[in-house]
């Protein structure tokens, strides 16, 4: 999944409404979003690469907190997946992922693991 698509499947997540390719802009393929609140404009949060905002996405998905226990041992297990591609692996194989690892993700990979874990991600891609 681009990193487009992934902003593009949050932002409907939490609320956003396409509203088509700016028709000036249409040359850098930016495209108009409508706010949950109603407001036309042209700049919707950059989920995969903005920590402020996947920051306020997670936030709103309630993964911070422990109300929404399912939710959250999802998107720590999608978290855990996404960041140990990225790690050495043990003896047996095992990927290693501290703690320290989870930390220092990337945006993209805490916006991977998002989508994963609010259940968009593309079923075919499981793996990938």
Request: proline letters at 6%; glycine letters at 6%.
């Amino acid at each position: 999944m681009t990193p487009e698509a992934q902003r593009s499947t949050i932002l409907e997540a939490c609320g956003w409404m396409f509203d088509g390719p700016d028709d000036y802009m249409h040359y850098l393929s930016v495209k108009r979003w409508i706010s949950p609140s109603g407001q036309h404009g042209l700049f919707a949060p950059d989920y995969p690469r903005s920590f402020k905002d996947l920051r306020e996405a997670e936030i709103k998905f309630g993964l911070h907190n422990t109300d929404n226990l399912e939710l959250r041992v999802k998107w720590i297990n999608s978290f855990r997946m996404v960041v140990s591609r990225r790690c050495p692996k043990n003896n047996s194989g095992t990927p290693i992922v501290s703690d320290i690892d989870l930390l220092n993700a990337s945006e993209e990979e805490r916006c991977e693991a998002l989508v994963r874990a609010i259940g968009k991600w593309p079923k075919k891609n499981l793996q990938t």
